[in-house]
Nanobody, 120 residues
Framework: QVQLVESGGGLVQPGGSLRLSCTASGSIFSINVMGWYRQAPGKERELVATMTSGGRTNYAGSVQGRFTITRDNAKKTVYLQMNSLKPDDTAVYYC??????????????WGQGTQVTVSS
């Protein structure tokens, strides 16, 4: 099994910044995609940003230019720098990672979630 632990959420004013961190541990051979999803009350979980082990990124259009995903493969850690935060960014943010044994896909894993609240 793979465990993902997030940190860095909190309450911030509109226009402010937060940095989320997520570290993977457990039975890991390799991770291809690692990143962040979020879920606001009454809405489905949506992609925020992901990065492959090779550095390819994917961002939601709503966060492009404001959020930056980075990754340290050696530390099995992914970060999300969130700038110019808006009230619409308020959600529970979940870390995501897949898992491979060589080329064999073993599953998707999720963190427990960290609350981000953007409010004045």
């Amino acid at each position: 099994q793979v465990q993902l632990v997030e940190s860095g959420g909190g309450l911030v004013q509109p226009g402010g910044s937060l940095r989320l961190s997520c570290t993977a541990s457990g039975s890991i051979f390799s991770i291809n995609v690692m990143g962040w999803y979020r879920q606001a009350p009454g809405k489905e979980r949506e992609l925020v940003a992901t990065m492959t082990s090779g550095g390819r990124t994917n961002y939601a259009g709503s966060v492009q230019g404001r959020f930056t995903i980075t990754r340290d493969n050696a530390k099995k850690t992914v970060y999300l720098q969130m700038n110019s935060l808006k009230p619409d960014d308020t959600a529970v943010y979940y870390c995501y990672a897949d898992s491979y044994y060589y080329s064999e896909y073993r599953g998707d894993y999720w963190g427990q979630g960290t609350q981000v609240t953007v409010s004045s």
